[in-house]
């Protein structure tokens, strides 16, 4: 079984979240496999500098380190412009690698970034709290049980987070473009249907939002994970749909909302390195976990989630993969142990729209229900 070697007190406080969603939901949760269940269904190990998944690396530059994510085919395609040289070869890391050396961290993240590139500076981003704002009228306690959820987020911790709410007993809807589906299920089935069993399949058109306005009107609870913009330009931003007593709407980002970290893409393992969460030191860095901020940023926005229902929702909750990953590298130092898991998965997830005709009748019962 593939082991990663993480932080003791990286894990405790995965447990202890892991153990507040529990009491306020009644569902059992393993923060082990939470961490390492990637890993241990992918056999998945980072390398020191090449992440687990072995799409970032870790290099330094003039003044520090920088970690570079090359996942898409549009991300390797603009190696060239990143690096200022008219065309690289099949091996293109020892070429980023030659011109990251060259400049400062800030030239490197900047440039990388006005290209849309995940990159991170090592630590340049401070720990903070999820952001919590009034947002319209709370109403009594309520656990996720019951409550209907509409999940636009792809990948991991905003998937993570729905599927904790599933298993909360909440009904939560996946929702896709037919023509941009979640990223992930073109990876490993069996991650996909970990992060996606038990969910039911929504396409619609985003760029046609009738029916998708219709069930984020419906929804007690929305988790999206897109750039802001993306969804506010669509008129499917939180204050463009019609309100609902106690709604809590999630948004988890990579860099935050504000300014330009509102247009930052982030993976998790240049999140976790922009949020300085490593093993070793800042002189001398290696990958912490498997993209670590994604399944710690996914448990604790599920128990952000919850504590808000408690509290009787009506709340905007904001938080970021690169914060939360701030957040946990300033924990003590406490030493490292081995964590280890595999997900025991039974059931898989939904086709693409195979939910669609279920989906419509929820939303039409929920126009009718009461809160």
Same mark, same amino acid.
């Given at each position: 079984?593939?082991?990663l070697v993480i932080p003791v007190a990286v894990v405790s406080r995965a447990r202890r979240?892991? =153990? ?39 290099? @330094?530059?003039?003044?520090? $380190? ?24 099949d091996d293109f890391w020892p070429a980023v690698q030659h011109w990251i050396t060259g400049?400062? *961290? ?49 990948? $991991?911790? #905003? ?29 490993? @089935?069996?991650?996909?249907? $970990?992060? =996606?069993?038990?969910?039911? *399949? ?6 046609? &939002?009738? !029916? ?25 931003? @939180? ?24 247009? $930052? ?10 949020? !300085? ?7 001398? &860095?290696a990958f912490c976990g498997d993209a670590i901020s994604d399944p710690l940023s996914g ?20 938080? *970021? ?11 003590? =130092?406490? #030493? ?16 693409? #729209?195979?939910? =669609? ?15």
């Amino acid at each position: 079984m593939t082991s990663l070697v993480i932080p003791v007190a990286v894990v405790s406080r995965a447990r202890r979240v892991a =153990n507040g969603f529990r009491a306020r939901t009644a569902t059992e949760v393993d923060a082990d496999v939470i961490i390492a269940g990637r890993a241990g269904l992918l056999g998945h190990t980072p390398e020191r500098l090449i992440s687990a998944g072995g799409a970032t690396r870790l290099m @330094p530059s003039r003044d520090g $380190w920088c970690a570079l994510t090359l996942s898409r085919p549009d991300d390797v395609e603009a190696v060239p412009a990143l690096i200022e040289e008219d065309a690289v070869g099949d091996d293109f890391w020892p070429a980023v690698q030659h011109w990251i050396t060259g400049h400062d *961290s800030a030239e490197v993240t900047e440039r990388a970034r006005l290209l849309g590139l995940p990159v991170a500076a090592l630590g340049e981003t401070p720990a903070e709290a999820p952001r919590v704002y009034p947002f319209g009228a709370a109403t009594i306690a309520r656990s996720p049980s019951r409550l209907l959820v509409a999940d636009l987020s792809a990948m $991991w911790a #905003g998937p993570l987070c729905g599927q904790l709410l599933a298993q909360a007993g909440a009904t939560v809807v996946k929702v896709e473009s037919a023509s941009r589906p979640d990223g992930a299920r073109a990876g490993s @089935p069996e991650f996909f249907d $970990w992060m =996606n069993a038990g969910k039911l *399949s929504y396409v619609t058109d985003f760029d046609d &939002p009738a !029916g998708l306005r219709a069930l984020l009107a419906a929804a007690d609870v929305v988790i999206e994970s897109s750039r802001p913009a993306s969804l506010i330009r669509r008129g499917l931003g @939180p204050v463009s749909i019609p309100p609902r007593d106690g709604r809590v709407w999630l948004r988890i980002t990579g860099h935050g909302t504000t300014e330009e970290h509102a247009n $930052w893409v982030a993976f998790g393992d240049d999140a976790a390195v922009s949020g !300085g969460l490593v093993r070793g030191d800042h002189d001398d &860095p290696a990958f912490c976990g498997d993209a670590i901020s994604d399944p710690l940023s996914g448990l604790e926005a599920a128990e952000a989630v919850a504590q808000s229902l408690a509290r009787g929702g009506g709340e905007l909750i904001e938080l *970021s993969l690169s914060a939360v990953a701030a957040t946990y590298a300033e924990l003590p =130092n406490a #030493g490292e142990t081995h964590c280890s898991a595999t997900p025991q998965l039974s059931t898989r997830a939904s086709e693409l #729209g195979a939910d =669609n005709g279920t989906v419509e009748h929820l939303i039409a019962d929920k126009h009718f229900a009461p809160c």
